[in-house]
């Protein structure tokens, strides 16, 4: 499985971003997927998932503010940020969810077993 995640760069406070993440593989549509980011100097951390089903999970912090969003058709998970703050500043990686994982678990680290290279966000104020 191999996971490609793009869209990030720079942006204004206020600003608006949409991560996008390739995966390869037939069984997309069976996986639940997550976005992580990690700023320097500190631990990855969880900032949004959705379920196979489609249930959706986020970070208290994003919530209102992002939305992920999947299309299996195209093995593609998205994250739209809007309103974003320099505290999003950071390197945003995609993760595919083990196939036993349930939506409580999705915004667990250990919950992934597969990780793509991530994509830097950085937004001035």
């Known amino acids: 499985v191999q996971l490609q995640a793009s869209g990030g760069g720079l942006v204004q406070a206020g600003g608006s971003l949409r991560l996008s993440c390739a995966a390869s593989?037939?069984?997309?549509?069976?996986?639940?997927m997550g976005w992580f980011c990690q700023a320097p100097g500190k631990e990855r951390e969880f900032v949004a998932a959705?379920?196979?089903?489609?249930?959706?999970v986020y970070a208290d912090s994003v919530k209102g503010r992002f939305t992920i969003s999947r299309d299996n058709a195209k093995n593609t998970v998205d994250l739209q940020m809007n309103s974003l703050k320099p505290e999003d500043t950071a390197v945003y990686y995609c993760?595919?969810?083990?196939?036993?994982?349930?939506?409580?678990?999705?915004?667990?680290?250990?919950?992934?077993?597969?990780w793509g290279q991530g994509t830097l966000v950085t937004v001035s104020s």
């Open positions: 959705i379920s196979w089903s489609g249930s959706k």
């Open positions: 993760a595919r969810a083990k196939g036993t994982a349930i939506l409580s678990s999705l915004s667990a680290l250990g919950t992934y077993d597969y």
């Open positions: 593989g037939r069984t997309f549509s069976r996986y639940g």
